[in-house]
């Protein structure tokens, strides 16, 4: 079924190839931002060697974020640009910057003295990043309409073990297609992201005395989460 489907999400995302390379950058930098966050947390918690694995995975998907953007034509080439973007940054009434919020945003609102405009201060409103887009359906079934961040540490490190199980067989699709650079890139990936669940499954045996329960549980989720993926795919699509 997991082959199947992976078959037929490259199949629909090299009818824009483009498009299909810039949406898997975006995933590997939110993973990577994702990441960080949880290894400042385990350093926060004392938990020296979690903190120091996610530190090396996070700078692993931030490389396989500017490899897979480097694969991109010039003027759509992406990179990342940090935890954040202003949704709205206002000048008295005037607003200088308006751009779509949905409700699954968490934005906060910070208040500064304004250089350009000596005397006046701007509102701004920030739509923080963890790494997890609540945007797509798939994600909402996924997390059940919660941040990734309200789940317990057992929880997340399975999670994550499983969502690179399955990039990991989605790459591996790529790679078998012998499609140049992409393959080639794919192929590369493939291995790293195995390695990373390997490695996240040791540190999700330190955490639970029932890892396996825990992996089955996300599995599970991610079956069902697949059926909002097909509604993404199709709005993936249809954007021009």
Not at 47 to 54: P, T
Not at 116 to 121: D, N, V
Request: glycine share 6%; net charge positive.
């Amino acid at each position: 079924m997991s082959s199947i489907f992976n078959k037929l999400i490259v199949k629909l995302g090299l009818l824009n190839k483009q498009r299909f390379i810039r949406f898997l950058a975006k995933i590997e930098y939110g993973n990577a931002v994702f990441i960080e966050k949880l290894q400042q947390q385990a350093l926060a918690e004392d938990r020296q060697y979690l903190a120091a694995f996610l530190e090396k995975q996070a700078k692993e998907e931030n490389k396989h974020g500017k490899m897979l953007s480097s694969l991109a034509d010039g003027s759509d080439r992406i990179t990342r640009t940090g935890t954040g973007r202003w949704v709205t940054i206002l000048r008295g009434q005037e607003n200088l910057v308006k751009k779509f919020i949905t409700p699954f945003n968490k934005p906060k609102v910070v208040t500064w003295d304004s250089y350009t405009y000596p005397g006046e201060r701007l509102t701004g409103v920030l739509e923080n990043f963890d790494g997890m887009s609540y945007r797509f359906v798939s994600s909402r079934l996924l997390f059940y309409n919660r941040a990734a961040f309200d789940y317990s540490w057992e929880d997340r490190i399975a999670f994550m073990c499983v969502l690179e199980e399955e990039i990991a067989s989605l790459y591996l699709e790529l790679a078998l297609l012998k499609d140049g650079d992409l393959s080639a890139l794919a192929s590369q990936m493939t291995r790293d992201e195995f390695g990373h669940a390997n490695h996240l499954k040791d540190a999700l045996s330190r955490f639970s005395p029932f890892p396996q329960d825990l992996l089955n549980k996300w599995r599970k989720r991610v079956k069902w989460a697949k059926w909002g993926l097909a509604i993404d795919a199709v709005s993936f699509l249809c954007k021009k």
